[in-house]
């Protein structure tokens, strides 16, 4: 199983991005997928998750700007990134629990990061 991110790029302070991430290989079922991000001389920081039936939850500093989704048929999640802030600079990475078979058992499972760069 892997994690394909990609998306990432440079953009001006107001500006936006999508960062999309796909799954692939031998996969059963997903449950929650997940955008973390780490900023230069900081700690790893969740940005949003959801849920495999669509429940979504944010970070406070991105709540109003992030939209989280994801397509079940694609095994693929999303992160839409508006108003975008400097601050909003950093490696962003995803994550999802999945299982290969019905076993019931998850595997957590991280893509490669992609960088995001807020900058005038």
């Known amino acids: 199983v892997q994690l394909q991110a990609s998306g990432g790029g440079l953009v001006q302070p107001g500006g936006f991005l999508r960062l999309s991430c796909a799954a692939s290989?031998?996969?059963?079922?997903?449950?929650?997928m997940r955008w973390y991000r780490r900023a230069a001389g900081k700690q790893r920081e969740l940005v949003a998750g959801v849920t495999s039936g669509g429940n979504t939850n944010y970070v406070n500093s991105v709540k109003g700007r992030f939209a989280i989704s994801r397509d079940n048929a694609k095994n693929t999640v999303y992160l839409q990134m508006n108003s975008l802030k400097p601050e909003d600079t950093a490696v962003y990475y995803c994550?999802?629990?999945?299982?290969?078979?019905?076993?019931?058992?998850?595997?957590?499972?991280w893509g490669q990061g992609t960088q995001v760069t807020v900058s005038s």
């Open positions: 290989g031998s996969i059963f079922s997903i449950n929650a």
């Open positions: 994550n999802a629990d999945i299982s290969r078979s019905d076993s019931g058992y998850y595997t957590n499972y």
